[in-house]
């Protein structure tokens, strides 16, 4: 007979499954499969998007969307400051070199855009991660 747990929330990482061996009277045996990807594919895919977003970002006033990173903790205000020192063309791809390193970006970045009136940008971000 095959259980399976129910699934409510989209980031359920394991998917257990127990059966009952016939051949061993009351045992029940525990199998883990992963069902979700690794953190290095994770933030793979993440690089390759914003790579993907670099002509967007280049539209954008790096110095109204660092501050609001630095509030959500995905930046240090050391790393929002050697982000300004660098010449405005040399900003948004050292913004994105800075992400890179990063684990939950997308969301506060989303956010980040949508404040600062670049909605079309951050749909376009939700898109890519969202595999559209």
Known sequence: MLHLPMLHFPEFFYLKIFYHS??????????????????????????????????????????????????????????????YAKGSDEQVDALIDLLKTKNHWVGPLTDALIRNGKAPIAKILLELQNGK
């Open 22 to 83: 016939r051949n061993i009277k009351n045992k029940t045996t525990m199998a883990t499969v992963s069902c979700s990807p690794s953190l290095a594919d994770i933030r793979a895919l993440q690089a390759d998007n914003l790579d993907r977003l670099r002509d967007s970002l280049q539209q954008i006033n790096i110095r109204d969307v660092v501050p609001l990173l630095v509030a959500r903790n995905v930046l240090r205000s050391y790393e929002m400051g050697a982000l």
